[in-house]
């Protein structure tokens, strides 16, 4: 009896599952990098969220004052035990090395002293200096004296600073512990995106980024429904949004 012989893929075929297998790869590339982009917003809203109880937790127990900054403000240094990164440690639950750093922070100077500050990168976060430091805000260091703390904003996500040739690493913000909101008055809402965001990482997760508000909640947000300056005027700003004035946020 005669047998076939076995017959094996043709160049022809062997070409058409190679462009099937590429086609499918295509296809699934894009929704693994939005997966894991979105995993990483998640991990760091979780950390926002953590570091939201850890602030309501830590007033509670400290006559409502909200932990300070550090570094350094007012021509002042400060040691970096006194800001709120390191006050906050024993009110969270997970390691704070962790918890500090939102996955998707692609910063060149954790591992780099930035080269204004001279220093390396420690939070992906930062505070708002509004919150009792600046002036014309001192009362506001104490959550009992924020009218909204639901839409008043605690911590936002640090600049990363610039990682190209000449570009400059944001005058230190990439290595700070707060931000400072009351400069921010003279933006209109054409330029804002670039004044907020010399200081704030507003697009870190698809052209948002995660905040945390002293309610001890956490949303993600784009920059225009954190601080819209609907006049530009710095002596008399009308505000279509600001939740980093506690006289005014909603």
């Not at 009896?1 to 070409?15: A, Q």
């Not at 506001?140 to 600049?159: K, Q, Y």
């Not at 931000?179 to 997760?205: C, K, L, N, R, Y």
Request: aromatic residues 10%; glycine residues 8%.
């Amino acid at each position: 009896m005669r047998r076939d012989k076995k017959r094996g893929f043709t160049l022809i075929e062997l070409l058409v599952v190679i462009s099937i297998i590429a086609m499918l790869i295509a296809i699934l590339l894009p929704a693994i990098g939005s997966a894991r982009q979105s995993a990483r917003t998640a991990v760091c809203l979780s950390n926002c969220k953590q570091m939201a109880l850890a602030t309501v937790a830590y007033a509670t127990e400290h006559d409502m004052q909200l932990p300070t900054v550090g570094f350094s403000h007012g021509g002042e240094t400060f040691p970096e035990q006194g800001s709120w990164f390191f006050l906050l440690e024993d009110y969270v639950q997970d390691d704070a090395k962790l918890l500090y750093r939102c996955p998707s922070d692609t910063s060149a100077y954790w591992d780099t002293v930035a080269p204004t500050t001279g220093k390396l990168r420690r939070v992906s976060y930062a505070t708002s200096f509004t919150l009792g430091f600046a002036n014309g805000f001192e009362a506001f260091g104490n959550l009992d004296r924020i009218p909204s703390p639901s839409s008043t904003i605690f911590a936002v996500e640090l600049t990363e600073g610039g990682q190209e040739p000449g570009n400059l690493d944001h005058s230190g913000f990439v290595t700070a512990d707060h931000v400072h909101p009351e400069t921010w008055t003279g933006s209109t809402p054409a330029d804002a995106d670039d004044v907020v965001g010399f200081q704030v990482q507003i697009d870190q997760h698809q052209g948002s980024a995660n905040y945390t508000y002293l309610d001890g909640h956490a949303e993600r947000l784009s920059r225009a429904d954190t601080f819209e300056n609907a006049t530009g005027s710095v002596t008399n700003p009308v505000w279509t949004v600001n939740q980093y004035w506690p006289d005014v946020a909603r």
